[in-house]
Every structure is written in C-alpha cells, then in structure tokens.
C-alpha cells in the first residue's frame, strides 16, 4: 500500500489545519492507522491512531484538540488539528499497521510510511 499525505502548512498559533492521508494500491479499511510527527532535532513521535473499527487513541499532548477520522470509502485518514501551538511544528508522517491488527503506539509498530507533510505553527 503507498500512503499520501497532504494538508501541512503554515498557520498562527490557535489556528486549525485538516491532515489527509490518501492510500493507493488496497484498501486500507482493515489496518490500523496512525498519525507520528517528527520536531527538528527530535524523535518521531505517537500522535493519534485509529483502529478499523474506529476506536481512536491520542497522544497526552494532542488529546482535546486533534481528532482522527476515518473515510473507507475514499480510503483516507485524516487528522484535524485545532488550537496549534508552536510546539506542534513538526513533520507529520501518516502509517499503517499490518492487516488486521489493532492499536499501536510506536513507529515500529507500523510499516507503511506516507512521505511526510511539513506543519509549521507561527506564534
């Protein structure tokens, strides 16, 4: 399966941006999805993950402002961020998990990789 994602930018400080993450090749309707991100200097880092199912799972510091979603029938994921803060400036990667199983919460856990979409929060 080859992820695309899209939808990074540059916004202030309390603005909103929407994520999208497009497979191609399968469906991707039976593999959990999850959403990293990737600060200069740091770590790939968890932010949100959902399950087939749509059981949804956040990182503590995006939790309250970022919402996963999926659309099966556009075998999409998206990622809606409001309230940005600075320190959500990162690369954001979408992933998904091999056939069938469920949540995930490290980048090992995931081996297909989109290339990256770069959102850069201005104070």
């Known amino acids: 399966v080859q992820l695309q994602a899209s939808g990074g930018g540059l916004v202030q400080a309390g603005g909103s941006l929407r994520l999208s993450c497009a497979a191609s090749?399968?469906?991707?309707?039976?593999?959990?999805m999850g959403w990293f991100r990737q600060a200069p200097g740091k770590e790939r880092e968890f932010v949100a993950a959902?399950?087939?199912?749509?059981?949804?799972f956040y990182a503590d510091s995006v939790k309250g402002r970022f919402t996963i979603s999926r659309d099966n029938a556009k075998n999409t994921v998206y990622l809606q961020m409001n309230s940005l803060k600075p320190e959500d400036t990162a690369v954001y990667y979408c992933?998904?998990?091999?056939?069938?199983?469920?949540?995930?919460?490290?980048?090992?856990?995931?081996?297909?990789w989109g290339q990256g979409t770069l959102v850069t929060v201005s104070s």
């Open positions: 992933a998904a998990r091999p056939y069938g199983l469920g949540l995930g919460y490290s980048s090992s856990d995931y081996n297909y």
């Open positions: 090749g399968r469906t991707i309707s039976s593999n959990t």
């Open positions: 959902i399950t087939s199912g749509g059981s949804a």
